[in-house]
């Protein structure tokens, strides 16, 4: 058994910073590699590429990634998980194994986790007994269910750690929770049992603070973030991990950004529910017990995390067409440039009134004034106020309202308030609208499968 | 009796869980987390966000990070793929709440400006 394994996180999301992998693997030592892809809507965009093109489906950085990444990887045997599968890792597997043959890499061996995508079996599953009812609204899935876009099960670390068992150098997996990309290595290296409450949950803490990249490491940093160094080439968080459950957050030393115990609290605070109980498919970590100690330039020590059993459920993700928006913007100067702003909303609301359009929203919102924080802005005197970008957006289940809408914005330039621009970029056209359904099922009613693509 | 702002002494991150935001408020210090504890009740934020928030506020407390979490629903205008806001998910409401005006005793405020600003 290794004594330590560091994990290197190299995306916070599919359009994070495209070298940060390619620092990762090139400027310090690395085991393994983890690449989290995969947001609420980013599935329902991936299946609608796949009705189109049943080759297509995943994240296709990921190709690219590898043409870069691939050689040094092998050279000092890193391993890559990534869930940049989407609904088809099959097909972004066999990309990969495309890009390691024009190389001339042999030996590559690369393995799929899927069968986290129920979106064809939902009746079936309804027979069988799942639920599937909204977990936030507790509303029923029956009247949704025919409009869905995509519907994918949350798998946790096991899939992949079943994966790494098979010999895989690369682990590309559909649905998987973030957490378990980094939990996974720590699992299959130290031999850490399913029911390793403590162990489990020290390594989805470890999780928690990759799976946003630099997030952790002074990225989007609250606290003293003038103070960050060299955001241009900024270093991803790695967890140190070792057997007994103790990780060290750190970076590659010749990269940027900041690891301390306010950076990497801040990353332990995101997007999280009741801290007693964060849940994944791999355990329920406590995040009140986690404790963290500054133990050296850019190193944070987490321990004594406690955890307690899995619950019998996956979570499940669904998306489905919720009508359409549109968004516009027009930009007022000064003098008295918010009154103009203000005017102009007005002006556009009663032409939208008048034609009778049907929104189930309007929203203005005043750029540079309060357009953040709503009504926490303070009141200001206009004459300080340089400029206004008024921004409209309209949500309907009528499509042809939604066009319209897009057709009043323009007009404003020449038929109300003056000193306005910002009107290069066209009409607003209508987007679909995405709504999301979240919920539970039994997870002895959906199978993870692994396989070794050839 | 002395007024004070939450970024004089903590700091914060928010964002988003369905139509819900969380914002998470990290004090540098303990003695800031006591503060933070004591006086940054539910009724308070809830108080704060008036007009953002249309929800309930939950309040969650990690004394081991001197933090408190807090959910507040009924946000982000529906959630961040169906909301129409600029800040769909409330990324910005972390900065929002270290606007908040807290009035704490003098001896309190003497306890946080003995700390040194560096974390302990």
């Known amino acids: 058994m290794k004594d330590k394994i560091r994990i290197a996180s190299g995306q916070g999301f599919w359009g994070d910073l495209m070298d940060a992998p390619v620092y990762q693997v090139t400027r310090g030592q690395i085991d393994y590699l983890v690449m989290d892809y995969l947001a609420e809507v980013t599935m329902s965009i991936l299946q609608k590429q796949k009705n189109k093109n049943p080759e297509m489906g995943y994240a296709r950085d990921i190709p690219e990634l590898m043409i870069k990444i691939l050689r040094s990887c092998k050279e000092n045997n890193i391993k890559i998980i990534t869930n940049g599968g989407g609904v088809n890792p099959v097909s972004c597997a066999k990309a990969c194994k495309k890009v390691a043959a024009d190389l001339g890499i042999e030996g590559v061996k690369i393995a799929v986790v899927h069968g986290d995508n129920i979106l064809s079996s939902i009746d079936d599953l309804l027979d069988k007994g799942a639920g599937l009812s909204n977990m936030e609204t507790g509303e029923p899935i029956e009247d949704v269910k025919s409009r869905f876009l995509s519907a994918n099960v949350y798998f946790g670390a096991f899939p992949i750690v079943d994966a790494l068992e098979k010999g895989a150098d690369i682990v590309i997996t559909g649905r998987t929770t973030d957490t378990g990309l980094t939990l996974a290595p720590m699992i299959y290296e130290f031999g850490w049992k399913a029911d390793d409450w403590d162990l489990l949950s020290a390594g989805t803490v470890a999780g928690h603070i990759l799976e946003c990249g630099a997030q952790a490491t002074g990225g989007n940093f609250l606290g003293d973030w003038e103070s960050i160094e060299n955001f241009e080439e900024i270093g991803f968080p790695i967890a140190e991990a070792y057997p007994t459950g103790e990780i060290i957050i750190t970076k590659h030393e010749s990269l940027g950004g900041l690891v301390n115990v306010e950076t990497v609290s801040e990353q332990l605070l995101y997007e999280i529910g009741d801290p007693k109980n964060y849940i994944t498919p791999d355990c329920v970590a406590d995040f009140t017990t986690i404790n963290l100690i500054q133990t050296g330039e850019n190193r944070v020590e987490i321990f004594g995390i406690k955890g307690k059993p899995a619950t019998p459920f996956y979570k499940v993700s669904c998306s489905y067409e919720d009508g359409y928006s549109a968004v516009g913007t027009l930009t007022y100067s000064w003098p008295n440039a918010l009154t103009k702003a203000k005017k102009a909303d007005l002006i556009l609301r009663g032409r939208l009134e008048k034609l009778g359009l049907k929104f189930d929203e309007i929203r203005t919102e005043f750029v540079g004034y309060n357009a953040c924080h709503g009504p926490l802005a303070p009141a200001r005197d206009e004459n300080e106020i340089s400029e206004i970008m008024l921004r409209v957006a309209v949500r309907s289940q009528d499509k042809s309202s939604v066009e319209r809408f897009g057709r009043e914005l323009a007009p404003l330039v020449l038929t109300g308030p003056p000193s306005v621009t910002g009107f290069a970029g066209g009409r607003p056209r209508p987007s679909d609208v995405v709504a999301y359904w979240p919920a539970l099922i039994e997870k002895s009613l959906v199978t993870p499968i692994v396989e070794i693509v050839e | ?120």
């Open chain 2, 1 to 120: 009796m002395k007024k004070i702002k939450l970024i004089e002494f903590t700091h914060a991150r928010s964002g988003d869980k369905g139509d819900a935001a969380n914002v998470g408020v990290i004090a540098f210090t303990r003695q800031g987390y006591t503060i933070i504890d004591k006086y940054l009740t539910v009724d308070r934020v809830k108080q704060y966000f008036d007009g953002i928030c249309l929800g309930d506020v939950i309040r969650y407390e990690l004394p081991n990070l001197n933090a408190l979490n807090f959910i507040l629903n009924n946000t982000l205008g529906g959630g961040g793929t169906v909301s129409t806001k600029l800040d769909a998910q409330g990324k910005t409401l972390a900065s929002a709440i270290l606007g908040l005006e807290i009035e704490i005793e003098d001896k309190e405020l003497n306890l946080l400006t003995l700390e040194s600003p560096e974390h302990d």
